[in-house]
C-alpha cells in the first residue's frame, strides 16, 4: 500500500470481520515516506484515537483488513493526533501489537528509524507535506515528507518563523475542540407474550320443572255413571303414572374473542450530556524592550 489517497477514509475491520473505524490520519515513516500506521477514531462518539500498523494489513476495495480485533485496538497505548510519533511511542505499539520492533514491514527500516505524521489536503488544506508539493519552503538535503519532523531536513527560517521547529508564515493556527453529541442504538430488554389456561367458576341460573302426583275426585255423574258402574261391584286395583323432571346440563363451547400481538412506540425524551473539551490559548510574551509606552500604561 503505497497510495495515501487509497488509505484515508478507508475502512478498517477486524480479523473477526467486525468495524473498528474509518482511518483519519494516515503516518508515515520518516526515511521512506511509506505509510506505515493509520489511525482510527474509536470509543463512543469517536472519543479515543488508535494507531494501527500497516505491516500485517491489507487493502482492497476499500477495506483495510488488519489481524487485530476491535477491542485489542481500542486498548492500544493512545497517541495523540497531533504529535510525531516518536521513537520510543512506535517501539511501544509494535511490543503491543506483538510485532518484533526493527524487523516491520518490508521498507528495510532499522532500529534507529521513526515515523512522521502526514497531514495532506484531506484534513489541511493549507499545509503542504510532501516533495511535490512544497513551494513555499527552503529545504537542504533528506526531505522526508512527514509532517513536523526535522530528522534531516534544514530549513531555512524567515520572518514569524517557529522557534520549535519547521518554518511557518508570519501567523498561528489557534484550534479549539468542539462537542459533538448523537445517539447510538442499544438493546435495553425483551417483551414476549405468553398464552396460558387460567380457570375460574361461573354459575348461572336455570328454571327446571318436576311433576307431582296429585289426587283428583269427582262426583258420579250421568257423564261418568257408565264408566263408574263397568267394573264389578268390589274389586282390587292398581293405578300408576309416570313422573318427569328437568334437571340442568352443562355444555361448553370455545371461541375465540379477541387477538394480541406486541408492538413498539417510541418515546422521545430529553437527557444532558458532559464533556470536557480543550481550546488552544495564544498569549503574548514580549520582552522589555518589546512592550510600547501604551503597555506600560
Known amino acids: 500500500m503505497t497510495s495515501i489517497d487509497d488509505l484515508y477514509g478507508a475502512t478498517v475491520t477486524g480479523q473477526d470481520g467486525d468495524k473498528i473505524g474509518k482511518v483519519d490520519e494516515v503516518y508515515l515513516d520518516d526515511r521512506t515516506?511509506?505509510?506505515?500506521?493509520?489511525?482510527?477514531?474509536?470509543?463512543?462518539?469517536?472519543?479515543n484515537v488508535s494507531l494501527i500498523?500497516?505491516?500485517?494489513?491489507?487493502?482492497?476495495?476499500?477495506?483495510?483488513?488488519?489481524?487485530?480485533?476491535?477491542?485489542?485496538?481500542?486498548?492500544?497505548?493512545?497517541?495523540?493526533?497531533?504529535?510525531?510519533?516518536s521513537e520510543a511511542d512506535e517501539q511501544g505499539l509494535y511490543e503491543y501489537y506483538g510485532i518484533a520492533y526493527g524487523t516491520a514491514g518490508t521498507t528495510g527500516r532499522t532500529d534507529t528509524t521513526t515515523t512522521g505524521r502526514t497531514t495532506t489536503d484531506h484534513?489541511?488544506?493549507?499545509?503542504?507535506?510532501?516533495?511535490?508539493?512544497?513551494?513555499?519552503?527552503?529545504?537542504?538535503?533528506?526531505?522526508?515528507?512527514?509532517?513536523g519532523v526535522a530528522?534531516?531536513?534544514?530549513?531555512?527560517?524567515?520572518?514569524?518563523?517557529?522557534?520549535?521547529?519547521p518554518n511557518t508564515d508570519d501567523a498561528m493556527t489557534r484550534s479549539k475542540e468542539e462537542l459533538r453529541v448523537g445517539t447510538e442504538q442499544r438493546e435495553t430488554g425483551r417483551a414476549r407474550l405468553r398464552k396460558h389456561i387460567v380457570s375460574t367458576t361461573e354459575s348461572r341460573t336455570v328454571p327446571v320443572s318436576h311433576e307431582e302426583v296429585r289426587v283428583e275426585r269427582e262426583p258420579i255423574t250421568e257423564a261418568n255413571r257408565g264408566a263408574a258402574l263397568s267394573g264389578g261391584d268390589l274389586t282390587e286395583e292398581e293405578h300408576e303414572v309416570t313422573l318427569h323432571e328437568e334437571r340442568p346440563v352443562v355444555a361448553k363451547e370455545t371461541k375465540p374473542v379477541e387477538r394480541v400481538r406486541l408492538g413498539t412506540e417510541t418515546v422521545t425524551g430529553q437527557e444532558t450530556v458532559e464533556a470536557e473539551v480543550r481550546e488552544e490559548k495564544i498569549d503574548l510574551d514580549a520582552?522589555?524592550?518589546a512592550t510600547t509606552d501604551r503597555d506600560r500604561r
Do not use: C, M, Q, Y
Not at 72 to 82: F, I, R
Open 33 to 47: 515516506g511509506d505509510p506505515e500506521w493509520v489511525s482510527v477514531k474509536t470509543g463512543l462518539f469517536g472519543s
Open 53 to 85: 500498523p500497516l505491516d500485517r494489513a491489507s487493502l482492497s476495495d476499500g477495506t483495510i483488513t488488519v489481524p487485530f480485533d476491535k477491542s485489542k485496538v481500542k486498548d492500544a497505548p493512545n497517541h495523540d493526533p497531533g504529535a510525531h510519533l
Open 123 to 147: 484534513d489541511v488544506t493549507d499545509r503542504t507535506t510532501t516533495d511535490r508539493d512544497i513551494t513555499d519552503r527552503t529545504t537542504t538535503t533528506g526531505t522526508t515528507g512527514a509532517a
Open 151 to 165: 530528522g534531516t531536513t534544514g530549513h531555512v527560517r524567515g520572518e514569524g518563523h517557529d522557534t520549535s521547529g
Open 287 to 289: 520582552g522589555t524592550e
